[in-house]
């Protein structure tokens, strides 16, 4: 990576990033995140909130209008991200020409492996709620040479994966089963819903699922699991949460609503 030109910017509203947890502060910031993360950026990323902030914070008007008369065109919207690039002089040439490869050898990737590919990047960056209707879509895909029961499987394992994160048992084991359906010889997903009936013991195991799980030897499985909750013990916030007993009961109080906020808003941000 090469810094050519470093701009003096008026952003009065720093452009927000949620995925990635950051806020944009100039156009060097935005070239830097389109380039490392193209699965972002890939699908309606250059918006309407994003040419208010380029025209208006960026101070970069003529670009805003090229970007949004290339929008109008109908024609391949990835050329939008390299024309910032090129627009904003932060990438060389070369770089920007080893971005476009990136771009087109994803895009020739079939329809439903480009989706998984890109509903597993936004997991990684723990978009639970919003990467759920992206797997949902997956499973529309009708069988062949790619769709077929392995993908049908990965993609409900994943969306089993979701629902656990956001504490939705109930979703999180329906997804699981179906997960087994397509792929009965996938130990990892029976490993899955073992750990799943551990969190949540009132999960209703289906009698098939149990008898398998009978089966197998489970010492490592559970193993893992007190490893787990050894370390939740451990936790920051479990230990800000023990600080608070030996608090007076005002401030105690006052600490458990703060720390309830937080929390609040951590679930909140994988909506």
């Known amino acids: 990576m090469s810094l050519l030109l470093c701009r003096l910017e008026p952003v009065r509203h720093p452009f927000e990033v949620p995925e990635l947890g950051i806020r944009l502060y100039s156009s060097q910031e935005l070239c830097y995140v389109i380039y490392e993360n193209p699965l972002l950026v890939m699908e309606d990323f ?7 902030f380029i025209r208006e914070d960026l101070d970069m008007d003529f670009l805003a209008g090229k970007l949004e008369n290339w929008k109008k065109s109908g024609e391949n919207p990835d050329n939008i991200l390299l024309l910032i690039l090129a627009e904003c002089s932060y990438y060389m040439s070369g770089e920007i020409n080893r971005y476009r490869q990136t771009l087109i050898q994803l895009r020739k990737k079939h329809p439903a492996e480009f989706g998984k590919i890109r509903a597993d990047y936004l997991f990684e960056k723990r978009q639970y709620g919003k990467v759920i209707p992206l797997y949902e879509k997956l499973l529309e895909y009708p069988k062949d040479n790619i769709v077929n029961d392995l993908f049908y499987s990965r993609v ?64 490592s499985w559970n193993t893992s699991i007190e490893r787990a909750r050894k370390k939740g013990e451990e936790s920051v916030a479990v230990k800000e949460l023990d600080k608070l007993f030996f608090k007076d009961e005002e401030k105690r109080l006052e600490g458990a609503a703060k720390l309830v906020q937080q929390w609040k808003q951590e679930y909140r941000a994988m909506m």
């Open 46 to 52: 250059v918006d309407e909130r994003l040419l208010q």
């Open 156 to 219: 409900w394992s994943c969306l089993g994966a979701c629902h656990a994160r956001m504490f939705q048992a109930e979703k999180a084991y329906r997804a699981y089963e179906k997960a087994y359906f397509y792929d009965n010889r996938n130990e990892k997903i029976l490993e899955q819903i073992y750990y799943l009936k551990a969190m949540f013991p009132s999960v209703a195991i289906a009698p098939r699922i149990q008898s398998m799980l009978k089966l197998i030897r489970r010492e």
